[in-house]
């Protein structure tokens, strides 16, 4: 049985950084994609980047130039290292990998930034 394992997640003062890790304790197999959403109290999940297994990344807008996707599909490890972290970045934190079979998703990381 896969399962997703998220870390990284923290409290940080405003402008700090954090990393988000979160690998797969199993194997999946054909990866088509993986990605970060997140969902902030009495707001809907939303996606804050995601990267296809060729290496295409997209990113929500509010995220642009301060987060960067990576993954390692041999791995089936997602990254996401957060820069200038604002206080309107905090949320929970769910990883979601794709394959061409099904998707699978992580407990969630929960990222506090402070002003």
């Known amino acids: 049985q896969v399962q997703l394992v998220e870390s990284g997640g923290g409290l940080v003062q405003a402008g700090g950084s954090l990393r988000l890790s979160c690998a797969a304790s199993?194997?999946?197999?054909?990866?088509?994609?993986m990605g970060w959403y997140r969902q902030a109290p009495g707001k809907q999940r939303e996606l804050v980047a995601d990267?296809?297994?060729?290496?295409?990344?997209n990113y929500a807008d509010s995220v642009k130039g301060r987060f960067t996707i990576s993954s390692d599909n041999t791995k089936s490890t997602v990254y996401l290292p957060m820069n200038s972290l604002k206080p309107q970045d905090t949320a929970v934190y769910y990883c979601k990998v794709s394959s061409v079979f099904t998707a699978y998703w992580g407990q969630g990381t929960q990222v506090t930034v402070s002003s």
């Open positions: 990267i296809t297994s060729g290496g295409t990344t």
């Open positions: 199993g194997m999946i197999f054909r990866i088509n994609g």
